[in-house]
Every structure is written in structure tokens, then in C-alpha cells.
């Protein structure tokens, strides 16, 4: 069984480019004969395929649990609706209590504490989870459908299978969902090194503290990737400020590039060339190999 590095690709905010390095990353590790598989463990908004414009195909189905209330056996005496930390159960007196799907966690809290065994196990399909190949690199997506509210467990789903997977490749990089809940948790977790990517604004500052703490708490490795690092209006020391604040090194700043966000947008990025000029995913991508070592 192969020795597999994983590496975490996360932003504090969403729109920082973390997909972007990630992409990248997981493409030239691709390019030095490495066996790569990318993991998009945004399950509410994945992109990867559409960053790559390539086709996915369904492996698996994510169910998530959903109380079925059998009328001939309710009581209604509302202890389901007491316990129910969504509020997702309505309950009037003298009547069955009312599901609230989209309100609904799947937590199966009303399931344990109903004294008549009235609530039935039932389990809806709350995503899908696909997998992707493209110029030797494997990907892993999990897709949450919309209205479902599970995104930890569908992470936590997601990570799992890829895990499940690991002994297959040189380098697994998850790429998380932006933000520093549960789901940034349950991904990052599982890393050997985080590389936490911002950008030169105020916004991008706060949200990387908030990060940084994060990886501060779990005792993980992280380093600043600094996307957009030469945008008119940037304030780059904003993100040292911080840096210097946690110890954390900046390793690589990333130029602003317009052309390369448009391609971003029309889904033309796997088209996308760094010929003639200097490859600073290259430089990434070996550096995180450096510090790993
Ligand atoms: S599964 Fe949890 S969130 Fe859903 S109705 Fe039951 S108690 Fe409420
Ligand atoms: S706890 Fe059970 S018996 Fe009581 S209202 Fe809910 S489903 Fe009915």
C-alpha cells in the first residue's frame, strides 16, 4: 500500500481561488508522474468538474435520514417535537406532529425519544457522490441536493470514501468549503499540511485569522497561499500582519490574473497556460513537498 500525502486547499471565505490552487496543485502533481486523487468536499457548491469542464459520473448515493410517523401507533403526546433541535416537527395538541422537511438535520433525536417506537427509519437521497478523470488525475466530488441542510455528514461521506481510496495514490488534496465549521473540521482532519489561501482585502484577512485558529486547534501544519496578491486596491500587509500574528509562513504569492479568472468563469481553466511566463503552482507544489519532507 502506497504512502499517501494528503493535503488540505482551504479558504476562511469563499471566492479566495482555494479551488483554483487545488486544480492546480492536483494538475502538476499530475504532470511529475505522481498518482493524484482531488477531493471537492464542497458538497453544497462543488466546482471542480465545471473548473475542468469534464463530464462526472454517479458512484454512490448519499441518503439522510427522514422520521416517518405511522398514525396508528402515535400517541401524540409531542416528545419528538420537544426534542427536535431544528424545530422541524410541528406539533398542535390532539394532532400527529408535522415534518418540516427542508428544516430537518436527519439527527434521528425524535426517533430515539418517541416512547411508542411510532417513528419509522426512512432515508431520502440527500446527494450523490461522482468521480471524474482528466489527463491522469482522479477526482472525487460529493454534491449535497439542494434543500438538504446535511452538508457535515455529506463531507463527512465524501472524505470517507476518498479515504477509503487512499492507498491507491502518491498525493490526495482535499479541497474544502469555504468557512471554519464543522465540514472545514471534518476535512482538515485528515491532513498532513493545510494550506490556507486568502486574499489582500480586509475580509480575506479576518476570515484567515478565523482559519489560521482553526489549524491552531486541531495541530495541523499550515501555510498562506496570497492569490490575487498584485490587485489594484490590495492590502498585502493585512495578510503578513496576520501571518507574523499566528507564525504562519506566506509561501507563495499568486499574481492577479484577469485572464485566468475569466477562464475560471467560461470553464476554459484546464485549457489554461502558463507558457512563457513563471509557474508559481509549480513552485507551490513543490515547496509543500519540501516542507512535508
Ligand atoms: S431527525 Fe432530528 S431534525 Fe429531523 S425531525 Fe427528527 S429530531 Fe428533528
Ligand atoms: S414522540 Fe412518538 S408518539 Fe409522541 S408525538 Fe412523536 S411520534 Fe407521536
Redesign the pocket.
Known amino acids: 500500500m502506497r504512502k499517501t500525502i494528503i493535503i488540505g486547499v482551504t479558504g476562511g471565505k469563499g471566492g479566495t481561488g482555494k479551488s483554483t490552487v487545488a486544480v492546480n496543485l492536483a494538475m502538476r502533481y499530475a504532470k511529475m508522474g505522481k498518482k493524484v486523487l482531488l477531493v471537492d468536499s464542497d458538497v453544497e457548491s462543488p466546482v471542480e468538474h465545471l473548473l475542468l469542464s469534464i463530464e462526472r459520473r454517479k458512484v454512490a448515493e448519499m441518503l439522510a435520514?427522514?422520521?416517518k410517523i405511522r398514525q396508528d401507533k402515535c400517541v401524540k403526546c409531542n416528545l419528538?417535537v420537544d426534542?427536535?433541535?431544528?424545530?422541524?416537527?410541528m406539533g398542535l395538541p390532539g394532532r400527529i406532529p408535522e415534518?418540516h422537511e427542508e428544516?430537518?438535520?436527519?439527527?434521528?433525536?425524535?426517533?430515539y425519544?418517541c416512547p411508542v417506537s411510532a417513528?419509522e427509519e426512512y432515508f431520502a437521497s440527500m446527494g450523490n457522490i461522482y468521480e471524474m478523470e482528466v489527463n491522469g488525475l482522479n477526482i472525487l466530488q460529493g454534491e449535497l441536493k439542494p434543500g438538504f441542510k446535511q452538508y457535515v455528514n455529506a463531507t463527512l461521506e465524501t472524505i470517507q470514501r476518498a479515504l477509503s481510496m487512499k492507498g491507491d495514490f502518491d498525493i490526495m488534496i482535499i479541497d474544502t468549503a469555504p468557512g471554519t465549521g464543522a465540514n472545514i473540521y471534518v476535512a482538515l482532519a485528515q491532513c498532513d499540511i493545510v494550506i490556507a489561501v486568502t486574499e489582500p482585502t480586509p475580509l480575506g484577512a479576518n476570515d484567515l485569522s478565523m482559519l489560521l485558529e482553526l489549524t491552531k486547534k486541531i495541530k495541523k501544519p499550515a501555510y498562506i497561499v496570497l492569490n490575487k496578491a498584485t490587485m489594484p486596491g490590495g492590502k498585502r500587509k493585512l495578510i503578513y500582519d496576520v501571518a507574523e500574528k499566528f507564525a504562519v509562513p506566506v509561501i507563495a504569492e499568486i499574481p492577479y490574473d484577469k485572464d485566468i479568472m475569466s477562464k475560471y468563469f467560461k470553464g476554459e481553466f484546464s485549457k489554461t497556460t502558463t507558457k512563457g511566463r513563471k509557474d508559481v503552482f509549480y513552485d507551490i507544489a513543490w515547496k509543500i513537498l519540501t516542507l512535508l519532507q
Open positions: 435520514f427522514r422520521p419528538c426534542n427536535c433541535p431544528e424545530h422541524a416537527l415534518l428544516l430537518c438535520s436527519g439527527c434521528k433525536a425524535c426517533f425519544v417513528i
